[in-house]
């Protein structure tokens, strides 16, 4: 009896020292590799989601350690070297306080992951809709991309005209509303380093939200299949200052 | 005296099978084709050639000529019209259909014996495997490199659409088709399954679907991934309609095969075997299949309504004439996600008994492994919407879909525990099913926490559609359930063959398959994370290395799966004999000879005790 | 099992694997580039050298060499050489040729003829020249910057527009290739014959080396959907691939 107590708090003890070891490596590789590995940040919806990855990457660290734990501790120690059926091990049915730790943690795990989540999603659309919201209209179509300014809107010999653009200009630091839909089959409008997405629908208006806090040049993908040329539907979003954004904008000819 | 003996002639007793001696698998392609072919003549004589959805009807009218000329050619409906004409099967017949004493000639006909039908599943799920894998090497060869050098993206996108349903097809029948049909009558202490005509029925259903899902590619593909989402599915060419026949063929199939999973198991277990009794694979198979009752009806809604759009002018889906593309996405995720855990827990079941042989521990935690399947399968029907958190819909929806979601890492969790306390302190004896059973943990916990990610809603926003959901879902379809059903065909194949699958073919195999899936999948995850979306025939050059990556990894895997092919043929009738119960295994199975009778048992067992009795002194020797 | 016995085992399951995966992978390699040339296709278009040429480019003069491109657009697919061996759809429009290949960091003398007749596009934003030398292209020898000849008025049926060519394609991180046309309608297409075709000639300047993909905006093609279906979503009709070497 002694001696399985001694096994198992020997394996207890290794595996113990085993889970810390892969948790630390678990939480340095989630801190340093996930901002590395992801796109450059270009909004604060992009910084939000980055820093949520990288949470739940050290949130799930020990419990992936625990699992290679154990399971590394039973290759090593628990394998049958010998010929022929092995014996039977310890009928062990059940364990009720572990059961019941098991459960309780992983339910608190979920609930943190949970709170955090439901409340950067409640967070996210602070600071738009102020007075100097910008809108611009998305249109997508097989198989590109057009934006098109309603701040531009005006008339010319009786045709409606307004700027509109193969590429998105963005200025800096201001509050974007997209307005977006699409000419034909779903669309999938993502600003990849501006961490937002969403649908372009036929007959439809959908919408979202972002403020750009970073200057440069980033990319727009389609992420909804939508055909032959689905693969090249791909633009690109330049970010400016809000003056060099006023000079392009009003030195851009207007189209129908 | 004299005594005379007379000879007279005893006319034999009536031969069984009727009709039956005369159909099988080619009678079957025959009728199909020429059914097919009258319909396709029919339908393109009396419609309006003019009308809006003229080929796509005459497309769906001659699937549907295939369908009903193969179940006809292969007997499906044959004891249906006898009873109809008052003459229901006799013993003889019914012996005849069971396969007594046919040799291998009964794996070619409709078959009632619920072991041949489970041998027939594994081929039909090699040859789904097989094809959905030829699909995948076009894919990961195509995007070795930018630019589309091997195949047009219109190809591209058919290969994709229809490498995801092969696979999915195969994945849903690939644990649940072969060994819920071969082992789960034995193991609850059955004779066969309870409605053994429906069994085969379900096979060949599922036989007759094929030809369509492959048609399709024939007759220009279909390119709208096998999501076949609206608005694009009403634009798509004729391959679509073949596509959706495809699956409303199958979803008859699956319907079938439930409904008898789940009868066998609460109506004909023998004499003793409590439901706490039951081998857990028993469980996972019964909820498995009651979750796909559940779920499968939507897929035949949502083709139904899909096709309906093309062929008959409806707008169901089309935005422009009053209906919804959402109300398409709504219907198929509704099926989408439960399937998945239709997927899912056979596979487990099968490598959570692999864990109780092979450590020689009991199962940890019997019931709250039960509950936490159930949970799963109960919670999974409350999700479907985080696949839609970027299409716009219901947006105020997206917390309560958030909160189901990541609800569902707990009974998640429960299956790691009871894995991991049945290994703890066991004699863990490596032969080859415990290898798959050590790669799925690796692989199932990091294509478990990867879902987590997608469920929160900022990171999806980032995530859905990109690499990362492709790399999350194939490290759970590949790394978890392709796992569990080889280990579950190593584990079984000495019962079914009387031999053991070759051991070092296996590990070699093993070992292709694992690194192969580790390393093309992560690589994937990384392009994914930078920001390739998911779908595209051709990338910008920043995503050139990680492709490279994992188009190797990918052919890693395939020399993988064909080292497997070669195990399993070359050991079927050369392997090295194992004898019925090699692996001292304790459920009912493996304490039937092998080959197994036609009848199961001599006589019905009367079972005293659970399964996983192993370190247990015998109550009665 | 005696040690010949296994050794004999072992050579055995090591010269099925490798047969295995050789047999497996000669099997999949055929029906691999058996599905993948199934896909008909013409010879490719090259550009036709002209030497080099002085171009402004933002206002600088440059010197590029340069080369020409020459193709047309049909209402139909039953013109001669067309890229479409068997002819599997003959009413469905087409261009004349799907696969173009000129060479990087020149510029570009294009000439598209168009045969086809048209209508309205359901974007505007198409009728507008864009990415050109210039940002203006030639229709029958007229200047101009957008397809518009009566101004404030885009219903008459001489705005209406065939197709267009627009070409774009991401290729790492340099700068992007977008160059969209607008095709005016062919007024003198009838039912038996293509009429005189409507010349549209711009220039437009390759950078990096990459295959880049154009096809055309306008709904020519069928379905109920916005008319992208059949032809336009078919490879080779109305849409191609232009490589630049």
Known sequence: ?256 | MTSTIEHSTVSAPALGGGIYRRLNFGTALIAGVVFAVIAWWVAHSLLDSDGRGFSDQVMVITAVGWVVGFELGIGAFTSIGKWFTGRDQTHADEMYLAGKDAGQARYWRFTTDHKVVGVQYIVVTMILLGAGGLLAMGIRTNLLSPGNHFVNQQIYNSFLSVHGMLMILALIVAVAGPWANFVVPIMVGARDMAFPRLNALSLWTLVAAIPLLLGSLAVGGNDMGWVTQAPISNQSGVGFDLFAMAIITFTVSTTVAGVNTICTVLTMRTKGMTLERLPIFVWASSIAAALGLYAFPFFLVVMSLNISDRMNGTSFFIASEGGTGWLQENLFWLMGHPEVYVILLPAVGALLEITTVFARKPLFSYRTSIAGMAGLAGLSVLVWAHHMFTTGWAPALGGPFMVTTEMISIPTGIIFLVLLGTLWRGNIWMRLPMYWVFGFISNFIVGGITGIYLSDIPVDNQMHGTMFVVAHFHYVFVGSVLFGAIGALCFWYPKVTGRFLDERMGKISFWLVFIGTNVTFLAMFVSGLRGMPRRYSSYSLIFEHMNTVSTIGAYVIMAGMLVLLGAVISSWNKGEPSGPNPWGSKTLEWLVPTPVPLENFEVLPVITEDPYTYGEARTNS | MNNEGESMSRYRSIAISIASVAVGAAAITLAGFGLASAAPHQATLVGTPLGRETVSVNGKAQKLNAVSLTMSAYPDSSFTNQPHSGNAHPDWVSYSNDRLEVPAHTVVHMTIKNYDGGGNLNNDFFRNVIGTVGGTAKFDGVTAKSWNPTPGDITTSVANIGHTFTLRGTIGNGPRLFVSVPLPANQTLTDSSYGQPVVVSFSFITGAAGVYNWNCEYPCGGSRLGQFGEAMSTFGYMSGTLTVK
């Open chain 1, 1 to 256: 009896m002694t001696s399985e107590k001694t096994t198992t708090s020997r394996a207890i003890v290794t595996i113990g020292i085993l889970w810390v070891l892969l948790t630390a490596a678990g939480v340095l590789v989630s801190i340093y590799a996930t901002p590395w590995l992801m796109p450059d940040s270009a909004s604060n919806t992009m910084h939000m989601g980055i820093l949520t990855m990288i949470i739940f990457s050290v949130a799930a660290a020990p419990v992936a350690a625990l699992v290679y734990a154990v399971v590394l501790y039973a290759l090593a120690k628990w394998r049958y070297t010998g010929e022929g059926i092995p014996p039977d091990g310890p009928s062990l049915r059940a364990n009720s306080p572990l059961t019941m730790v098991w459960i309780i943690g992983s339910t608190a795990l979920t609930l943190f992951l949970l709170v955090w989540g439901l409340s950067l999603l409640a967070s996210d659309n602070s600071g738009q809709g102020g007075a100097n919201e910008m809108t611009v209209n998305v249109t997508g179509q097989q198989w590109l991309w057009s934006f098109q300014y309603p701040s531009t809107a005006s008339t010319q010999n009786g045709t409606p005209v307004s700027v509109s653009n193969e590429d998105l200009y963005l200025p800096v630091n201001t509050p974007i509303k997209f307005n977006v839909t699409s000419k034909d089959v779903d669309h999938g409008f993502w600003i990849v380093q501006m961490g937002i997405k969403i649908n372009a629908i036929p007959d439809t208006i959908t919408t979202t939200e972002v403020t750009p806090n970073k200057l440069g040049d980033y990319d727009i993908r389609c992420t909804e299949i939508c055909g032959l040329n689905h693969s090249y539907m791909t633009t690109k979003v330049h970010v400016l200052t809000e003056k060099a954004f006023s000079n392009w904008l009003a030195a851009q000819p207007k189209h129908f």
